[in-house]
């Protein structure tokens, strides 16, 4: 019995260090092309609206969420919902915060990011960059600080928004790839069912 044991998990482990060391050129491919595109607009829009060092369009969280809907499109934190919603209550909630205690960066930094935390789990919209947007309103330049509640809707929404259309679009154009994942949503479906149902 130990020994049919230790060869499974032999397998097993041999199988999990085959899959995530094979190289799908076609996957990485899509991947390449659809956060080139996406981010590229971005630096665009930046460029032709904006001139100096201050990034207004091309914040960092950006570039975190890219790998999330470029790269791993299957996971939760992927899905419209969570990118959509992460970011826009992470900056609602970054800009508060500067309101609130714009020049004591040792506390509205920490309380930005914790406050965004909570509010992504509660609304069931956890993005992990959404952490980096409310950190941003409180911790870049006065070029975005001075923006107030615009930087909810530009860059943050805007900016979103261009992500979210370009993943629609490059996510979906091979039958190997499928966006938004709609296992994901029929797994969350199932569990309120199920929850509403024991109830």
Request: hydrophobic share 45%; glycine share 8%; net charge positive.
């Amino acid at each position: 019995m130990p020994t049919q044991k230790i060869r499974r998990s032999y397998r097993k482990t041999r199988y999990i260090l085959y899959k995530e060391t094979l190289i799908d050129f076609k996957e990485h491919f899509w991947s390449f092309i659809g956060s080139f595109v996406g981010i590229g607009i971005l630096a665009y829009l930046e460029s032709i609206h904006f001139s100096g060092n201050d990034m207004v369009y091309l914040i960092g969280s950006f570039g975190a969420s890219s790998v999330l809907i470029y790269g791993i499109i299957q996971s939760p934190f992927s899905q419209p919902r969570n990118l959509i919603g992460g970011h826009l209550i992470s900056a609602f909630i970054g800009v508060s915060v500067n309101k609130l205690v714009p020049d004591i960066v040792w506390i509205a930094a920490p309380l930005a990011v914790s406050l965004s935390i909570v509010f992504m789990q509660i609304t069931k919209t956890l993005h992990p960059p959404g952490g980096a947007t409310a950190l941003i309103a409180v911790t870049a330049s006065s070029q975005i600080k001075n923006l107030g509640y615009m930087y909810v809707i530009s860059p943050v929404l805007v900016g979103v928004l261009i992500l979210f259309i370009t993943a629609l679009i490059f996510n979906n154009i091979t039958s190997s790839r499928s966006y938004p994942s709609h296992c994901t949503y029929h797994k969350h479906y199932h569990k309120i069912r199920k929850r509403l149902t024991v109830r």
